[in-house]
Each structure stands twice: as C-alpha cells, then as structure tokens.
C-alpha cells in the first residue's frame, strides 16, 4: 500500500510539475556566484555582462532599454524544483543559449529556494514580483519587453538547448 502512495505522488509530481509552495519562498538561495555578476564583470554592455543571470528585475529593466533587448525572467526553485533543475541542467547552462542570450536577451532568476532564508529585502522584492507576473508555480518563465510588459510565458520544454532557443524566438516573434 505505501508503495502505491509513493507511485501515485511520484506520478503527480511529474504531470503537475512542481506548484509554488508558500513555505519554501520564506528560504533561500545558494546561487553560484556567477549567476549574479551584473555590474561585477568588466567590459559588458551598459554595466551588464550579456549572457549573466542577474537578480535585480527594476535593474534588468534598465539594461534591457540600454540594449533594446527583451528580458527573460526565470521564477526557479534551484535546489528543490525537479524540472527547474531539468531546465538549467539541459539550457540555461547550455553553450547554444548562452550564445544566444548573450546577443538577444537580459536574464533575471528569481529564485526562491528551500535551504536557507532569504534577506528580508530580498525575499520582499522576489514575493512582490511573482505576485505581480501571477506565477502560479516553478519553473515559470516570463519574457518582457524593455518596459517590463508581459510578451509571453513558458516553462520547461524538452529537446535541449537548440530547440529552447527556438521557443522562445517563436514566442518573440508572435509579440
């Protein structure tokens, strides 16, 4: 009988993805430091390194209208989302997006992980922005034009890199 609980809850997990849990917004997150090296890196474009994840959405904004590049926004629980960890293994990490965010996009990760807490500000900030884009669940991806207006969301996609890069030109290009 426990066997066929587990099953069961292992097949929801799969079919449902991983759905926001209130608790695991109040911890944080243990982000590699090169994920958030905006204003860091020197030589980049209007103070952001093309191709960084940076946390700073009003910040990404601004880079995005000195760029004129639409931004992407990554909700992630990293370290406890089965299919955000599935979705930075096999494309965010992947040399065919890097390229191409590196020449077209403005990333943002908002991450709201399970192992330790967030500061204070920054578990406002991320709260206040998944309010605000309704995200409902992980991984939600929201791309933006430069003003911070929805053009249209996502999540994880099979098929890798190549053809994640392609998804979300398609969903550019329907703006």
């Given at each position: 009988?426990?066997?066929?609980h587990?099953?069961?809850?292992?097949?929801?997990?799969?079919?449902?993805?991983?759905?926001?849990?209130?608790?695991?917004q109040?911890?944080?997150?243990?982000?590699?430091?090169?994920?958030?090296?905006?204003?860091?890196?020197e030589?980049?474009?209007?103070?952001?390194?093309?191709?960084?994840?940076?946390?700073?959405?009003?910040?990404?904004?601004?880079?995005?209208?000195?760029?004129?590049?639409?931004?992407?926004?990554?909700?992630t629980?990293?370290?406890?989302?089965?299919?955000c960890?599935?979705?930075?293994?096999?494309?965010?990490?992947?040399?065919?997006?890097?390229?191409?965010?590196?020449?077209?996009l403005?990333?943002?990760?908002?991450?709201f992980?399970?192992?330790?807490?967030?500061?204070?500000?920054?578990?406002?900030?991320?709260?206040?922005l998944?309010?605000?884009?309704?995200?409902?669940?992980?991984?939600?991806?929201?791309?933006?034009?430069?003003?911070?207006k929805?053009?249209?969301?996502?999540?994880?996609?099979?098929?890798?890199?190549?053809?994640?890069?392609?998804?979300?030109?398609?969903?550019?290009?329907?703006?």
């Amino acid at each position: 009988m426990k066997i066929s609980h587990l099953l069961l809850i292992l097949l929801l997990l799969i079919f449902v993805g991983c759905k926001a849990d209130k608790g695991s917004q109040d911890l944080a997150s243990e982000q590699a430091p090169a994920e958030e090296t905006a204003g860091q890196a020197e030589g980049g474009e209007a103070g952001y390194e093309s191709g960084t994840w940076i946390t700073d959405f009003p910040q990404a904004l601004e880079y995005a209208k000195e760029l004129e590049r639409p931004v992407l926004i990554n909700f992630t629980g990293s370290d406890w989302c089965s299919w955000c960890i599935k979705l930075n293994k096999e494309v965010f990490t992947q040399e065919a997006f890097l390229n191409y965010a590196k020449a077209n996009l403005v990333l943002v990760k908002i991450d709201f992980p399970s192992k330790i807490q967030l500061p204070p500000a920054v578990k406002k900030a991320n709260d206040a922005l998944a309010g605000e884009f309704d995200v409902k669940g992980y991984p939600t991806i929201v791309l933006t034009d430069n003003t911070g207006k929805e053009i249209q969301r996502t999540g994880y996609q099979p098929g890798g890199a190549e053809k994640y890069v392609q998804h979300l030109q398609g969903l550019l290009n329907a703006k």
